[in-house]
């Protein structure tokens, strides 16, 4: 027997079937991102429409293999025919967006949508020609059911497994999954219509009446097309309104952060401040509506080793990509924001109960627990996620150092997870908050000092300049050192406002020293977080002239891992420093792996051989051999290499013996107060080689 076909209908029906399938894509997708509640509104919608689609879809497959021209129409067995579609609608919604599903829920599926497919056809043969004039042929019949059913299994494993695929290539794995999709469609239609036979006699409605089967087809396509956009407008603006979807309040609800440098470089999410702008707004709007928000705070668990031993490029990569399946693992209506390094978090709104947050942090949870490829490297990390919520857990402030203390207590319960702030977090929270305001206060009301560590000539034990090294006077704790305070103020924010004081403050000394005829070289330390500002150079700049200190005396110490986030705007400080005629130190040298070729694209002045490094060096004398190699490699390359840490005579004598430039440590002064550091530089005038600066020697 040879099959008749319209070859225009057949390429009509694949494309519109093609379209469908990549549009139920996008549906899952977002039933599987949606809130509960959201599900409750979308999924009937979507079910409707994707069975909708295969009804109108199998509609133009009928008329491409029909032969006749005319058509008998019986409306309630249509209607019927469209109910099965519907049921096979719902089947690929609710099923294809659940979190897991079951194989043999799976299959169960599989096999009704597949008899509901069957029993949309035959349904729709009976419309057309009469209950009467339809005759079933039983073994084609079996053949016709199996592959109804294999088809439906295939497209709901398909389904179920593209929703948490967020491969380089997934929309085109997608057009193509879909397209394979619609050919098996027609190869379906071929054994539906091979289980039938239809009476040729019967009664058929007048073709002119319809129009030509072409004219009815695209009549069809055309609605079916403007059913999936219209749906999907639904969903847009029901993900960006919620509940409002119907009140447009586009003032209240547009409002993106419109602040100059508002996206991260490197993910091109909201960076820190714009997310606190978002923050704002939605807890504004929540204030408004008496809805609650949930704020995320989301830390990767072991990605610094990736930096580390895989490269900043690596990470770059990973980072990006945990940008891409965060925003995939939240809703449409939610954001996701860069707090720096390897620090996001997300802002949850619209929320009714704990219930409709909880699917969200295990898809946030369990999406950055999936593989990294990178490189042809598989790389795996996790994530810790802290949660707290807005008006429960406090206002905005207090939000964030909710949201962090619960994400710290994740990472002491064993990473990878998530967790929400409650009382047993309060205590730490509370001391959070309390060292977030004392910091604010001692940034106000200056209860910063800055020390000065001398750094003394390794041949002649002459003074050759000296590190600044801040301390805080902290009314009731006493005098703290940087370990207590440093990362806090990173953290809070507040690490910008800080190295600007010790900036401006290491100029005023250089220029109180040139009062007294003095020519003082001092280096201050920065922080990773400073590189992400645009103003960080700028602003030293203009202390310097404010001071009229000349660039020459000051050096700026960078830690290794400084440039690793953001290389870029890395690169464009350290051009904007030499451009300066600011001198650029590598601290910290020897605490991390490093590559030579970095140092070179650096084009740095100095290296820090890190205190922790020199002690090891005591303890272990192969590791002076890894010294000899820097000192030998820096003298090529024209570098100054400073040993911190040297603690006793043995080290000294090593580092003059292999030809170390400059040393500090406690074997000749600790940080003194700039007074004494006057007072010793006048001494140094005099040319007094120093054995041990101490406060006392000076004093005395
Ligand atoms: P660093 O840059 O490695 O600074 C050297 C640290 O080693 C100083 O600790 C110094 O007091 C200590 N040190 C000096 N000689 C010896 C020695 O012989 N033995 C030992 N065991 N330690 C010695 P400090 O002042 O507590 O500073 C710690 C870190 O805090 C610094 O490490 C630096 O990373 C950071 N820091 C200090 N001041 C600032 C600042 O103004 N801004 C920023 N961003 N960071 C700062
Ligand atoms: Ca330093
Ligand atoms: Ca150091």
């Known amino acids: 027997m040879t099959i008749k076909y319209d070859i225009w209908l057949i390429l009509l029906s694949t494309l519109a079937s093609s379209l469908a399938m990549f549009a139920t894509f996008s549906f899952v997708d977002r039933l599987y991102t949606s809130t509960a509640k959201g599900k409750k509104f979308l999924l009937p919608i979507y079910a409707l429409t994707v069975g909708s689609g295969l009804w109108g879809i199998h509609f133009i497959n ?52 597949g008899l509901a497919s069957y029993a949309m056809f035959y349904l729709c043969a009976g419309a057309l020609h009469g209950a009467n004039n339809v005759n079933v042929i039983p073994m084609a019949l079996f053949s016709a059911l199996l592959t109804s059913i294999c088809v439906s299994f295939l497209a709901l494993i398909t389904l179920s497994w593209m929703k948490q695929y967020d491969g380089k290539h997934a929309l085109p794995t997608k057009a193509l999954l879909s397209l394979v999709t619609a050919i098996a469609i027609i190869g379906l239609h071929v054994t539906f219509n091979a289980s039938i036979e239809t009476d040729a006699n019967s009664i058929l409605i007048n073709s002119q009446q ?19 956009l219209l749906v999907i407008l639904v969903a847009l603006f029901y993900e960006k309104f919620g509940k409002n979807i119907f009140k447009f309040n586009f003032v209240a609800t547009q409002q993106e952060p419109n602040t100059f440098e508002s996206k991260d470089a490197l993910t091109q999410l909201p960076n820190r401040r714009a997310f ?18 949930a704020l995320a705070y989301i830390d990767l668990d072991h990605f610094k080793p990736i ?54 942090m295990e898809r946030i949870v369990s999406s950055i627990n999936l593989p990294f490829y990178v490189n042809n490297q598989q790389l795996e990390i996790s994530c810790s996620v802290g949660v707290a919520l807005y008006p429960r857990d406090g206002d905005i402030e207090k939000l964030i150092v909710c949201a962090d203390s619960a994400m710290y ?105 040139k009062s007294r005829d003095i020519d003082l070289h001092l280096s201050i330390n920065t922080s990773k977080q400073l590189f992400r500002s645009k103003n ?35 690169n464009q400080h350290i051009a904007q420093f030499k451009a300066a005629g600011i001198k650029i130190a590598l601290d910290d040298f020897g605490l991390h792996p490093f590559t030579l070729s970095y140092l070179q694209e650096l084009n740095v002045d100095e290296i820090k051989i890190d205190k922790i490094f020199m002690a090891k060096v005591n303890a272990n004398s192969e590791s002076w051999k890894l010294v000899d190699v820097l000192l030998n490699l820096a003298q090529h390359l024209n570098i100054n290499v400073v040993a911190e840490g040297v603690e006793n005579e043995a080290q000294h004598t090593m580092l003059k013996h292999l030809g170390c430039n400059h040393m500090q440590g406690y074997l000749f002064s600790e940080a003194i107060t700039e007074g004494n550091l006057l007072h010793y530089c006048k001494q140094h005038q005099l040319n007094m080689p120093t054995v041990a600066i101490n406060q006392e020697a000076i004093a005395a």
Not at 74 to 102: D, E, H, N, R
Not at 278 to 293: P, V
Not at 307 to 336: E, F, M, P, W
Request: glycine letters at 4%; charged letters at 20%.
């Open 307 to 360: 930096n580390d031993i895989y490269g900043h490029h690596v990470g770059d990569a990973v980072l990006k990509t945990v940008a891409q399946r965060l925003q995939t693992a939240v809703r449409g209506c939610d954001s996701v924001a860069r707090l720096g390094g390897d620090e996001f978090s997300a802002l949850i709104e619209d929320i009714e109960s704990d219930s409709d947050i909880i699917p969200i």
């Open 62 to 113: 009928w008329l491409a293999f029909q032969n006749s021209a005319k058509i008998q129409l019986s409306i309630p067995l249509l209607a019927c025919s469209w109910l099965a579609a519907a049921v096979v609608g719902f089947i690929t919604c609710y099923i294809t967006s659940q979190k897991t599903i079951a194989v043999s829920l799976l299959a169960a599926s599989g096999f009704m949508a």
């Open 276 to 293: 606190r702008q978002l923050l704002e707004t939605a807890s504004a709007r929540c204030t408004r509506s008496g809805n609650t928000i």
């Open 536 to 570: 960080f150079v700028t602003e030293i700049i203009t202390y310097l002239s404010k001071y009229n200190v000349p660039a020459k005396n000051l050096t700026v110490e960078i830690k290794e891992t400084s440039g690793v986030r953001d290389e870029t705007l890395f």
């Open 210 to 228: 319809i129009g030509s089967k072409k004219m009815l087809a695209a009549m069809v396509s055309l609605v079916v097309a403007c059913l999936f």
């Open 409 to 513: 207590k994740a990472k002491q319960n064993g990473k990878n997870q998530f967790k929400f702030y409650d009382a047993d977090i309060e205590s730490s929270a509370n001391q959070m908050l309390e060292m977030q305001r004392d910091l604010r206060a001692a940034i106000d009301n200056n209860q910063f000092v800055l020390m000065y560590q001398p750094k003394l000539d390794c041949n002649t034990q002459l003074f050759v300049g000296a590190e600044a090294l801040i301390r805080w006077n902290h009314p009731t704790k006493g005098l703290l050192l940087p370990k207590d305070f440093i990362a806090e103020a990173e953290h809070f924010g507040m690490i910008e406002e800080m190295s600007n004081w010790v900036a401006e403050q290491a100029c005023k000394t250089i220029m109180q020293a």
